[in-house]
Structures are given as structure tokens and as C-alpha cells.
């Protein structure tokens, strides 16, 4: 892959990132996605094309709105930037075929979900009902390849997926008192194991436990968070689904003691 494509690549996937922002600030408010056009969530002006140029305009203006100067977050010139290398990084590993782009698509997703449960503790079904219902399809369509699931893994995977996940968390409810796992989650879950297959959960879900276990008690130790408070689990999933592409293989590998083909 040339040096321009990779330019190309990156550029397009900023602007997908330009997108994302406005999917993340609108979905939990109900709003539309596509309009109107995108306003300062402080005076309300409308921002103009040239400065919503993605991560270019934030530095320019130096993080601020041009009409009433308030600050805007470095969220989104972070998450134009994360989309942008997720892009890059998915089509030059996964090629650019139809399965390298349902996985770009599958980023996207996974990235306008975790952002929305660290804010807000949800995980909209507008984005988990479809997904679940988008990784059968393709599952289903001769184009694909792994780590694409074939259907009967997809199948077992939104199965096992998503049943094995209500079940932990309803016998975790039950012996703890608390609320494990949310129905969120739990969709999360079977969408994950609709589009990469069953054999994705048990990395995934492993893996979204440890990082999510050692993230919370740093986050309890860092910041004195009173222990009670609910801590999302989706952006740990997303992640998690997300090194199983590149790892999956790998720690399978060396579990059942013989090399499996990369992806
Ligand atoms: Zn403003």
C-alpha cells in the first residue's frame, strides 16, 4: 500500500471521525444524524464548512468556538483522530475488500458505542439491534472472509453471545445484590458474536473482564470514585472485540499449544 493511499485512507477516515462526533452527541438526545447541519452546542451558531474541517479546525481555533469563544472538548478532535488511524490501520491489515471495510464499519460502530456509554451508561439499540442484524447478513453473503463469521457461527454467536451474557449477569445479580450487567451489554455481546462468530467470545469477554477489572480499580484508586458508581462495561467489550482481531489467533494459539492461521 502506497504512502498516498495511506494519506487518502487516513483523510477519509477523519471524515468518518467528523461523523462519528455528531452520531454520539445526537443518538442519546434522539436527534437526527443528518440534520441540520452541525451547531455549537453553546450559542447555537451554525459552524461553518471551514471550520469543521476535522482535528485541523480545533487546532486553529485553538479549541474554541469562533462565534462565543467557548471551549470546545477535546473529544472530538480525539475521536476524528482515533477513527482516522482505526481506517488506515483496519484497510492496510484487512486489505481493501469487502471484508476490510465491514470491519471499518464494525469500528465505527464499536467506537460511537463506547464514547456514548462513557457518557451517558448506555448503549443505544439503534446502534446494537441493527448490528446484530448486520453481522448475520453478511455472515450470510459470499464476499467475506474471516474474521467475518460464516452463518452458523454467527448464528451460535448471537446465541451464545447474547444468552451467555443475561445468564452471568443475572447470576451475578442474584448472589450479589447489584446490577453486574446491562441489558446494553448484553446486545453488545451478541452483536460481537454475530459478525466475528462464536469463537470470539471467549477472548472477548476474558479479555473486556481483565482490562475492565484493572481499569476500574485504577480509576477508584486515581480518583477517590466512590466504588458504588456504576462503571461501564461496553467500552471494555469494544476494545476487547477489537484485540481479538489482531491477538485472537495468537492467545488461541498458544492455549490449545499449536499455531492457528492469522487472519
Ligand atoms: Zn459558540
Known sequence: ??????????????????????????????????????????????????????????????????????????????????????TATTLYHFGLTPTGFALTALGYALITLTVIDLYHYILPDVITLPGILLGVILSLLPWFSPPIAAWEDALIGVTAGGGGLW????????????????????????????????????????????????????????SGRDRSLPIPFGPYLALAAWGYLYLGPTVYGWYLGRPLPMF
Request: charged share 15%; aromatic share 10%.
Open 167 to 222: 445468564l452471568f449477569g443475572w447470576l451475578f445479580q442474584r448472589f450479589t445484590g447489584k446490577e453486574g450487567m446491562g441489558l446494553g451489554d448484553v446486545k453488545l455481546t451478541a452483536m460481537i458474536g454475530g459478525w466475528l462468530g462464536w469463537q470470539a467470545l471467549p477472548f472477548t469477554i476474558f479479555a473486556a473482564a481483565l482490562i475492565g477489572s484493572v481499569a476500574g480499580l485504577l480509576w477508584i484508586a486515581l
Open 1 to 86: 500500500m502506497s504512502w498516498d493511499l495511506l494519506a487518502l485512507l487516513i483523510l477519509i477516515g477523519a471524515i468518518w471521525g467528523s461523523f462519528l462526533n455528531v452520531c454520539i452527541h445526537r443518538i442519546p438526545l434522539e436527534e437526527s444524524v443528518v440534520l441540520p447541519h452541525s451547531r455549537c452546542p453553546d450559542c447555537r451558531q451554525a459552524i461553518a464548512w471551514h471550520d469543521n474541517i476535522p482535528v485541523i479546525s480545533w487546532l486553529i481555533l485553538r479549541g474554541r468556538c469562533r462565534s462565543c469563544r467557548e471551549p470546545i472538548s477535546p473529544i472530538y478532535p480525539i475521536i476524528e483522530s482515533v477513527t482516522a488511524l482505526l
